[in-house]
């Protein structure tokens, strides 16, 4: 606690009082405009990483990034999701991976998981990702891994029946990325190549907000 209370303090005395305004205003309700769907990694801060304010995102967050299919898991994916949609209004959905994600790094190495049965339980909500990465070999294996669990992941998204609905309503966009915090990047999947590009590259070339890079 000794690392944290000072920050506390910080907050309360500095950070605060400068976006007072703010606060105030969130004290009303919020309208996050984004779900984002993340890893629990402690070296990614989603708010940090996009810029954004409190209130601007609704969060998701758990080890691999995982949204189990509807109705398979009694986790509070389904929930978060459906509130998201239904209530808040969130217009798009944005599942993104990491580098380095240790929950990955299990499944691509096939990692004996006996000794920890929740985790191993966990990432069975994975095991397309693992079949469909286990012809992957050598250096780059763990990065396909990574990428090929995004869009697993957004095919389970699909299956929930807000989103759904929200898809077929023309209501919301849904997005793949990569975080790569080693490098501060971004990489962003493109349904039309085929594969994840850097952000910084289709940034100056985006004609509407990203919204040609949505999975649909």
Same mark, same amino acid.
């Given at each position: ?133 286990? &012809? *992957? =070999?050598?250096? @780059? ?7 090929? $669990?995004?869009? !697993?992941?957004? +095919? ?23 975080? &790569? *915090? =080693?490098?501060? @990047? ?7 190549? $085929?594969?994840? !590009?850097?952000? +910084? ?16």
């Amino acid at each position: 606690m000794k690392y944290l209370i000072p920050g506390l303090r910080k907050f309360s005395q500095d950070v605060y009082p400068q976006q007072k305004k703010l606060f105030n205003e969130l004290s009303k309700g919020q309208s996050p405009h984004t779900l984002l769907i993340t890893c629990s990694d402690s070296r990614i801060d989603p708010n940090l990483v996009t810029q954004t304010d409190p209130g601007e995102i609704f969060v998701i967050r758990n080890a691999g990034n995982i949204i189990p299919p509807f109705g398979s898991s009694m986790g509070g994916e389904e929930a978060t999701i459906e509130y998201a949609i239904e209530v808040l209004g969130v217009k798009h959905i944005v599942v993104c991976g990491h580098s380095k994600c240790g929950a990955m790094a299990a499944i691509a190495q096939n990692t004996d998981l006996t000794a920890l049965p929740s985790v191993k339980r966990w990432l069975g909500h994975a095991e397309a990702t693992k079949r469909r990465c286990q &012809h *992957f =070999e050598g250096e @780059g294996h763990l990065d396909k891994t990574i990428e090929e $669990n995004v869009l !697993v992941q957004v +095919e389970n998204l699909k299956t929930h029946p807000a989103v759904s609905a929200a898809l077929r309503a023309g209501t919301v966009d849904i997005f793949g990325w990569i975080y &790569h *915090f =080693e490098t501060g @990047g971004i990489s962003v999947y493109d349904p039309k190549k $085929n594969e994840f !590009v850097s952000s +910084e590259t289709i940034a100056e070339k985006s004609e509407n907000g990203f919204k040609e890079f949505a999975i649909s």
